[in-house]
C-alpha cells in the first residue's frame, strides 16, 4: 500500500510540473492561436535566473525567505522575456502560422545555445533548501518534499489562473477572445494587451516549473525546457487546446501513467505509453478530454 501511496503522490508531483509549463502553452494557444515551441526558454531562463540569484543575489541564499527571493527573480526574468518575445517576435507574425513556428523553433534553439555558451553544457546542482531534499511521512509511505511543494504551487496556479479568468476585466477579455475574437475586437478592446498579458502569464508559470523543477530533479541543465516542453505539449493536446482546466487533468493523467508504469515495467515504458495515450484521444476524441468541437 505504502507503494501505491508513493508512486501517485509521486506522479502528482510530475504531474504538477506538466501542468505548470502546459498551463501557459493553453492560455497563449486559446487566446493569440499561437503554438510556441520557445516556450521551454522562459522555463530555462526561470531555472537558470533562481540559480543564479541562489549564488550571487545578496539574501536570497537560505532555507527560508532567501529562497523565496531567489525563485521570485527567476520568475521574474522568464516573465520579461516572454514578454520581449511577444512584443519583439510574435506580434509582427499573428495570423501568420508558418512564420510563427520557425522564430520560436528558431528561438528555442537559440536559447538552449545561449544557455549552453554561458553557464556550459553541463548540469549544475541545484540549490535546494534542506527542506526540500527531506522526506514526509504520508498514510505510511516516505514522500519527498519536493514533489509535494510541486503539488501545491500547482494547485495555487490553478487557482489563481481561474480566478483571473473569471473575475477580472482582463480575464474577461481572454475567455471572450477565446471564444471569438474577431468579436471583442469588433467591439473596440485592444486584444493586443490581452496578448502580452497571457504571455506573461504562461511566461511566470513556465519560469516558476523551472525553479521549482530544478527542487525536484536536484540540478539545472540547458536543455531541460525542451525535454519538459515535449510533455507539455501531449499534455495540451490530451486536455484540450486552449483549456486551462483540461490541461490540469491531463497532466494527472500522463504523470500517472508515467509513474507506474515505469515502475511497474520497464523504464522508459510510461514514455511510450503516454505517446500512445496521445494517438488514442486524437483518433477517438480530437478536441481532447476538455476542448469543444470545431463547428464550421
Not at 504531474?15 to 486559446?30: C, N, Q
Not at 525567505?65 to 521574474?76: E, K, Q
Not at 513556428?101 to 546542482?125: F, K, M, N
Not at 486551462?244 to 511497474?264: C, D, I, K, R
Amino acid at each position: 500500500m505504502g507503494t501505491v501511496i508513493l508512486l501517485a503522490l509521486t506522479g502528482l508531483g510530475l504531474a504538477a510540473l506538466y501542468f505548470l509549463v502546459a498551463s501557459g502553452l493553453s492560455l497563449v494557444f486559446g487566446l493569440a492561436d499561437v503554438l510556441n515551441f520557445a516556450h521551454g526558454l522562459f522555463l530555462g531562463v526561470g531555472a537558470y535566473g533562481t540559480w543564479w540569484a541562489a549564488g550571487n543575489l545578496p539574501g536570497a541564499s537560505g532555507d527560508g525567505w532567501g529562497f523565496v527571493l531567489a525563485v521570485a527573480f527567476g520568475v521574474a526574468a522568464g516573465t520579461l522575456v516572454a514578454i520581449l518575445v511577444e512584443l519583439v517576435l510574435i506580434r509582427p507574425l499573428y495570423s501568420r502560422t508558418i512564420e510563427q513556428v520557425l522564430v520560436t523553433v528558431g528561438l528555442s534553439l537559440a536559447g538552449v545555445a545561449l544557455l549552453q555558451a554561458t553557464w556550459g553544457a553541463d548540469a549544475r546542482p541545484f540549490p535546494r533548501p534542506d527542506w526540500t531534499r527531506q522526506v514526509t511521512g504520508i498514510l505510511g509511505a516516505q514522500v519527498p518534499n519536493g514533489g509535494l511543494l510541486l503539488i501545491i504551487a500547482a494547485v495555487l496556479v490553478l487557482g489563481a489562473i481561474l480566478a483571473f479568468l473569471r473575475w477580472t476585466r482582463y480575464g474577461l477579455v481572454i475567455r471572450a477572445g477565446v471564444e471569438n475574437r474577431e468579436m471583442v475586437t469588433a467591439l473596440g478592446i485592444d486584444v493586443r494587451k490581452a496578448f502580452t498579458l497571457v504571455f506573461a502569464i504562461g511566461g511566470a508559470a513556465a519560469a516558476l516549473a523551472g525553479a521549482l523543477g530544478g527542487v525536484y530533479f536536484g540540478t539545472v541543465s540547458p536543455g531541460q525546457g525542451g525535454s519538459l516542453l515535449i510533455f507539455a505539449f501531449i499534455v495540451v493536446v490530451i486536455g484540450g487546446m486552449g483549456s486551462v482546466v483540461g490541461s490540469a487533468y491531463a497532466a494527472v493523467v500522463v504523470g500517472l501513467v508515467q509513474q507506474f508504469v515505469n515502475y511497474y515495467g520497464t523504464s522508459g515504458l510510461g514514455d511510450i505509453c503516454v505517446v500512445g495515450l496521445l494517438a488514442v484521444v486524437l483518433l477517438l476524441r480530437p478536441q481532447g478530454i476538455a476542448g469543444k468541437v470545431a463547428t464550421a
